[in-house]
């Protein structure tokens, strides 16, 4: 029983040792001189100088149009796969509202799939609209964090840094090599890479079989490394072209952790306060570990009501007991546990396993980490919900000390406080608000497959990962419907674009501030007891925020599993 510790700390380790070499990559690219010849060619395309110096309000417009113009056109293209080519099965174009969700959703590095990627898109569309837009949302969110750093970086300063700089310098630098090198890594393990849409295979028995294929290999990479998580196949990271071996499941794992966790050491470079980044990684990881435990623990226990069906629950050296529904038994209950915390943590939203079929408190770990949203979070996007926090943490110590707060020897004041509490709060106004009408929409009921609290956590769950822009589901909710298209779809915009703006005009307030030297009233902030107060900062104002929509579904749904138990 002590093999799952083993395997998460051996897990863990990788991923911290990974840390230190991916934060120094992400700090050079952010603080680089230097324009290299395809970065150089990139600005005369576009037409930009790459020698302005942006605020925050032009920083965010760039930002902002860019997206805006790369989602019309996925959405067109959408709309248009029926007349484009690789297109041999003739899969018909995505209906107006289905087209607008996906759109939004890749845009804003959610990757919520409403359809099943092999019968839905082409491989067309699989390339020129999912990838792309794969690599536009995370490079987008990876330059937004370089920009934010920069901001909390400069002292007397009016600008952020210049977005397309920072946009081009991710995409070249750091995502396309990466990817290219680790979608080798995949073909090599089996995951197919072709421009051919199926292959016909003869079974054991003699039957021939249809399989679809496709350019899997290339979408899986940036998939897991740009916190993306859209499958190609419906059953994601479950399907074995997607996820064929041991090697491939702790790849994609890392590949989740491996920019998000180097931007806390990017951040602490950057800011030559390198015990701040290591701060701010403990506290990421410190959470990261409790949500897993509880995961593991609450699927290993399984329950006495699968056992009353017949399910054997018990550990053995032949299987690995607990609950088992929902699982793909070459991964077992440790590695999906793992993959649960790994892919919501990361706001990635690749699965490995059913999350629907997960215990009502095995369930709490992904709605949590989604409704926080900073447990280590998306690329780039991730470091800044965390700061927010911090932000927020130091606010609460000053006045509990009666002095106006500092973070980074920037003075914290009303303005800052009042961007962060706007981040802060469309979150939960987002999540609970959509919750709330989809509950009272005549038709949303339709869409169920369960009632009562579990079915109720399915349209908690949809809208969290919306908002979050994580992309998991609990698959019982049939969402492909024109209510659950737009709204979904609205709350992914609403989750990526208004929390991040408030973000970087905290970034460009506090540019604008002198460092004002550290005090004797200076509350530090590179010490394990601010990465303890930052912790219990998160956890409360979260847990405050979300916890009536937590009681009505997964807490009651354990309530009544224990009442199911108790008069068996």
Not at 402 to 431: D, H, Q, S, W, Y
């Amino acid at each position: 029983m002590w093999l799952p510790w083993m395997e998460f700390a051996a897990v863990l380790t990788a991923a911290t040792l990974l840390t230190i070499p991916m934060g120094k990559w992400l700090a050079r690219c952010f603080t680089s001189e230097h324009h290299g010849w395809l970065e150089r060619l990139s600005y005369r395309a576009m037409g930009v100088n790459p020698q302005e110096r942006m605020g925050w309000q032009r920083y965010g417009a760039a930002l902002v149009l860019s997206n805006a113009v790369m989602m019309l056109l996925g959405y067109l293209l959408l709309r248009l796969q029926g007349s484009l080519p690789l297109n041999p099965l003739a899969i018909a174009a995505q209906a107006p509202d289905l087209a607008f969700n996906t759109a939004a959703s890749f845009i804003t590095n959610t990757n919520w799939q409403a359809y099943a990627g092999e019968n839905s898109l082409s491989n067309a569309t699989q390339m020129v609209v999912i990838t792309f837009l794969m690599f536009a949302g995370a490079t987008t969110g990876v330059a937004a964090g370089a920009g934010f750093v920069r901001g909390l970086a400069r002292s007397s300063a009016q600008d952020i840094g210049n977005f397309w700089v920072d946009f081009v310098r991710v995409f070249w630098r750091v995502l396309l090599p990466l990817s290219f090198l680790l979608a080798l890594v995949y073909v090599w393990q089996g995951i197919p890479q072709t421009l051919h849409t199926e292959a016909v295979a003869t079974t054991l028995e003699g039957a021939r079989q249809q399989l679809l294929v496709g350019p899997v290999a290339s979408l899986e990479s940036i998939k897991h490394l740009g916190t993306n998580g859209g499958g190609f196949f419906s059953m994601n990271a479950a399907h074995p072209f997607e996820n064929p071996t041991p090697l491939t499941n702790l790849l994609h794992m890392l590949a989740m952790l491996l920019i998000p966790a180097g931007m806390t050491y990017a951040f602490g470079a950057m800011l030559l306060r390198r015990k701040q980044g290591w701060v701010l990684f403990a506290a990421c990881m410190v959470m990261f570990i409790g949500f897993l435990s509880l995961v593991f623990v609450a699927e290993q226990q399984g329950s006495q009501l699968l056992a009353r069906a017949g399910a054997d629950q018990q550990w053995s050296p032949t299987q690995s007991g607990g609950n088992m529904e929902g699982k793909e038994l070459r991964f077992g209950i440790a590695d999906t546990a793992l993959f649960v915390t790994v892919t919501t943590a990361a706001t990635t939203g690749s699965v490995n396993a059913m999350h629907d079929s997960l215990t009502p408190l095995g369930s709490l770990t992904p709605l949590a980490q989604m409704m926080l949203n900073c447990v280590f979070g998306g690329d780039g996007v991730g470091l800044i919900n965390l700061i927010q926090y911090a932000i927020l943490t130091v606010f609460l110590a000053g006045m509990m000390i009666g002095r106006t707060p500092e973070f980074l020897g920037k003075k914290i004041e009303v303005r800052e406080i009042k961007l962060v509490m706007l981040a802060v709060l469309v979150p939960p106004a987002c999540i609970l608000g959509f919750t709330a009408l989809a509950v009272l929409w005549p038709d949303a009921a339709a869409s169920l497959n369960n009632r009562g609290p579990h079915g109720f956590s399915e349209i908690l769950y949809a809208y969290a990962s919306a908002t979050a822009n994580n992309g998991s589901a609990f698959a019982g909710l049939n969402a492909n419907t024109p209510f659950f298209n737009t709204t979904i779809g609205l709350a992914m915009l609403a989750g990526r674009f208004l929390t991040l703006l408030p973000m970087l005009a905290v970034a460009g307030s506090l540019a604008a501030k002198a460092t004002v030297p550290a005090g004797p009233g200076t509350f530090p902030t590179a010490t394990p007891l601010f990465m303890g107060l930052l912790v219990f900062v998160v956890l409360v104002v979260g847990g405050l925020t979300f916890l009536p929509a937590l009681a009505l579904g997964p807490v009651i749904e354990h309530l009544q599993m224990l009442v199911g138990q108790l008069y068996a």
